[in-house]
């Protein structure tokens, strides 16, 4: 059965994606496919695509009637060793048995609860799948299945104007890969212009965005034109739209509708022809579940929605990332000249919280010094404390032990807040959002730290 969609949202990504052809290879995947055991809609069947999203919202593959289930509650995707099962960010949860799950990896034959209704995972057909024909596409790179998927589907998705809505990890390459959707499109003579709706504080995102005259607000002392007139005739990449104000997002909404702009404090209309794509690491479909994300707006920004997988369940692209590190940095090295043996083995092992951000700034560390540097959680010294000779965590300065308490504890203080404030950006590579999630810190709160410590963003 495929994906149901509304048909008073336009033409779906699958229906304009069958018109087209783009030269690929070929893989296999078994299709999800679950039936309904129990409840409101008992005895339904379906068989998904690449996935099989379950929920009350029409656009779901499967579409319940089930008061108990969430509009998006979960989703099953194909892996190497089964089908995972994902929740969304339902209301009330997925079982297996008595267990409430996140995210679990079943075969056929398992029953999961949700709401009232349960569901029992069967045999899918087994199905072949496009896979793009090279390891890059306009820099963005990738070797594995997963990896030639996704880029024959950018590459399909490039020559429509149909919204893309890519979702990931911190660092998996979400900007490289809508540089490479414009790159490859009709627009790709225009403006490429990046709203990061993370790092803005919300008084400054509506500006940003639309623009605003002179006089629009207190110190607004000249006319500033908004990204999406600076992108007409291009395309707008609006990283971390998850982060933008419910406020904001019905004036997104009305935009992408008119394609027309006002800037604050301006009367006239501005036509804009632009091509919005967007990114986030949240599963919107769980803010649209809560209400914090219109779902009318999700809908028009993600007709497709592809997930970027982070670097942990593609290793295989390792070797060909770093290779494409060292030609974009100018060096012939071959990857053996600057990498021991046990270093890649510890490379391969490594689990890449910072995907590949964190790859390239490492490849970037070996090039500058010609060592490799620290990973953290390979038993590297990175963040690892001092440990004194009396066996204490720490071998404190003796200046500092012998100094006034008040003093010296300011002075510590100071030096901790300072450290832990840029580790903690380059964790989140520099989002401020995301480096506010981490911290269990309010935005507000983390934007007055940087500017206590003159920290810059």
Same mark, same amino acid.
């Not at 304009?16 to 409840?39: H, M, N, S």
């Not at 739209?241 to 009367?267: A, K, N, W």
């Not at 043996?341 to 390239?360: K, S, Y």
């Given at each position: 059965?495929?994906?149901?969609?509304?048909?008073?949202?336009?033409?779906?990504?699958?229906?304009?994606?069958?018109?087209?052809?783009?030269?690929?290879?070929?893989?296999?995947?078994?299709?999800?496919?679950?039936?309904?055991?129990?409840?409101?809609?008992?005895?339904?069947?379906?068989?998904?695509?690449?996935?099989?999203?379950?929920?009350?919202?029409?656009?779901?593959?499967?579409?319940?009637?089930?008061?108990?289930?969430?509009?998006?509650?979960?989703?099953?995707?194909?892996?190497?060793?089964?089908?995972?099962?994902?929740?969304?960010?339902?209301?009330?949860?997925?079982?297996?048995?008595?267990? +409430?799950? $996140? %995210? #679990?990896?079943?075969?056929?034959?398992?029953?999961?609860? =949700? !709401? *009232?209704?349960? /569901?029992?995972?069967?045999?899918?057909?087994?199905?072949?799948?496009?896979?793009?024909?090279?390891?890059?596409?306009?820099?963005?790179?990738?070797?594995?299945?997963?990896?030639?998927?996704?880029?024959?589907?950018?590459?399909?998705?490039?020559?429509?104007?149909?919204?893309?809505?890519?979702?990931?990890?911190?660092?998996?390459?979400?900007?490289?890969?809508?540089?490479?959707?414009?790159?490859?499109?009709?627009?790709?003579?225009?403006?490429?212009?990046?709203?990061?709706?993370?790092?803005?504080?919300?008084?400054?995102?509506?500006?940003?965005?639309?623009?605003?005259?002179?006089?629009?607000?207190?110190?607004?002392?000249?006319?500033?034109?908004? +990204?999406? $007139? %600076? #992108?007409?005739?291009?395309?707008?990449?609006?990283?971390? =739209? !998850? *982060?933008?104000? /419910?406020?904001?997002?019905?004036?997104?909404?009305?935009?992408?509708?008119?394609?027309?702009?006002?800037?604050?404090?301006?009367?006239?209309?501005?036509?804009?022809?632009?091509?919005?794509?967007?990114?986030?690491?949240?599963?919107?479909?769980?803010?649209?579940?809560?209400?914090?994300?219109?779902?009318?707006?999700?809908?028009?920004?993600?007709?497709?929605?592809?997930?970027?997988?982070?670097?942990?369940?593609?290793?295989?692209?390792?070797?060909?990332?770093?290779?494409?590190?060292?030609?974009?940095?100018?060096?012939?090295?071959?990857?053996?000249?600057?990498?021991?043996?046990?270093?890649?083995?510890?490379?391969?092992?490594?689990?890449?919280?910072?995907?590949? %951000?964190?790859?390239?700034?490492?490849?970037?560390?070996?090039?500058?010094?010609?060592?490799?540097?620290?990973?953290?959680?390979?038993?590297?010294?990175?963040?690892?404390?001092?440990?004194?000779?009396?066996?204490?965590?720490?071998?404190?300065?003796?200046?500092?032990?012998?100094?006034?308490?008040?003093?010296?504890?300011?002075?510590?203080?100071?030096?901790?807040?300072?450290?832990?404030?840029?580790?903690?950006?380059?964790?989140?590579?520099?989002?401020?959002?995301?480096?506010?999630?981490?911290?269990?810190?309010?935005?507000?709160?983390?934007?007055?730290?940087?500017?206590?410590?003159?920290?810059?963003?």
């Amino acid at each position: 059965m495929s994906r149901q969609s509304d048909p008073s949202k336009g033409p779906s990504a699958d229906r304009i994606f069958a018109t087209l052809r783009q030269p690929a290879l070929t893989g296999r995947f078994v299709r999800p496919k679950v039936e309904v055991l129990r409840g409101p809609d008992a005895g339904r069947t379906v068989e998904g695509g690449e996935t099989l999203s379950v929920g009350t919202a029409p656009d779901n593959d499967l579409v319940l009637t089930d008061p108990n289930v969430s509009r998006y509650h979960l989703e099953f995707r194909p892996d190497s060793e089964g089908i995972a099962v994902v929740d969304v960010g339902s209301t009330n949860g997925t079982h297996i048995a008595k267990i +409430a799950i $996140e %995210r #679990a990896r079943v075969v056929p034959g398992a029953t999961l609860r =949700i !709401g *009232e209704t349960v /569901l029992k995972v069967v045999d899918g057909t087994d199905t072949p799948i496009e896979l793009f024909d090279a390891a890059e596409i306009h820099g963005f790179v990738g070797h594995s299945p997963a990896m030639r998927r996704l880029m024959a589907q950018l590459a399909k998705a490039a020559v429509t104007e149909v919204g893309v809505l890519l979702n990931g990890e911190t660092g998996v390459g979400k900007e490289v890969a809508a540089q490479a959707l414009h790159k490859a499109s009709p627009r790709k003579n225009g403006p490429f212009e990046t709203i990061d709706c993370g790092a803005l504080a919300p008084t400054l995102i509506a500006s940003e965005l639309f623009g605003h005259e002179m006089g629009a607000f207190t110190g607004a002392d000249r006319r500033h034109t908004g +990204a999406f $007139e %600076r #992108a007409s005739g291009g395309t707008l990449f609006l990283d971390e =739209i !998850g *982060e933008l104000p /419910l406020t904001l997002q019905t004036s997104l909404l009305g935009v992408l509708e008119r394609r027309v702009v006002r800037r604050l404090g301006g009367r006239e209309p501005i036509k804009v022809d632009v091509r919005v794509v967007s990114a986030t690491h949240r599963d919107l479909r769980a803010e649209v579940n809560t209400g914090s994300f219109r779902a009318d707006l999700f809908h028009r920004l993600g007709a497709l929605r592809v997930t970027i997988p982070p670097l942990r369940e593609r290793k295989e692209d390792l070797v060909p990332l770093v290779e494409h590190f060292l030609r974009e940095a100018g060096s012939d090295l071959a990857i053996e000249d600057l990498f021991a043996p046990t270093i890649l083995d510890q490379m391969r092992a490594h689990r890449w919280p910072g995907n590949v %951000r964190e790859l390239r700034n490492f490849v970037d560390h070996v090039l500058s010094l010609g060592e490799p540097g620290p990973l953290d959680d390979l038993g590297s010294p990175a963040g690892a404390s001092k440990t004194a000779g009396d066996g204490s965590a720490i071998a404190w300065p003796p200046a500092l032990l012998e100094a006034e308490y008040r003093g010296a504890r300011d002075r510590l203080l100071r030096e901790f807040e300072r450290e832990y404030l840029v580790r903690l950006l380059d964790r989140a590579g520099h989002n401020v959002a995301e480096a506010a999630r981490q911290s269990k810190l309010s935005r507000a709160h983390l934007f007055e730290l940087l500017k206590k410590h003159d920290i810059k963003r």
